[in-house]
């Protein structure tokens, strides 16, 4: 169960850092899509809230203990901190980047979950994949991709 508990507290710890990345976007972003990506950045973090919570929650529901503490993601995480973005273009570039990267991660935690006979971890993941293709498609798409 190691192996599950670590792959769903990569999951908290990637989301937590995409959190607070996309508050940094939504705070910083200028240009002439100020008003589109301003708006979507809060629509991306408010999502990542939400996907952090879960994650802890069924972690939790199968015994695990979810990390907790900034010091705690930084430790886990795969992800990494945003690198001062200050272009628009280097945003959606790089939040497109780290949804394949977070896409990667939860094939994974499905794989693990499925080795542990947790559907139900299992069919988390694979949800969230869905949303993270529809997502790296539209970032894409606003890159001209």
């Known amino acids: 169960m190691e192996k599950l ?23 910083f972003v200028k240009g002439p899509f100020f008003f589109a990506l301003h708006e979507k950045f809060e629509e991306l973090y408010n999502e990542a809230a939400e996907v952090v919570d879960e994650a ?9 203990t979810p990390a907790a503490t900034l010091k705690e993601y930084l430790s886990v995480a795969t992800l990494e901190e945003s690198h001062g973005e200050k272009k628009a273009e ?3 570039a790089g939040l497109a980047a780290d949804y394949k990267h977070l896409k990667e991660q939860l094939i994974s935690l499905a ?12 069919d988390f993941a694979i949800g969230l994949i869905e949303k993270l293709d529809a997502h790296i498609w539209m970032l894409n798409a606003y890159l001209g991709e």
């Open 5 to 27: 508990y670590s792959a769903l507290n990569v999951q908290i710890a990637n989301w937590s850092i995409l959190y607070t990345k996309l508050h940094r976007y939504h705070w």
């Open 56 to 64: 802890a929650e069924r972690l939790l529901a199968i015994g695990g």
């Open 90 to 92: 280097d945003m959606v």
């Open 111 to 122: 794989q693990a979950a499925e080795e542990h006979e947790d559907q139900v971890t299992a």
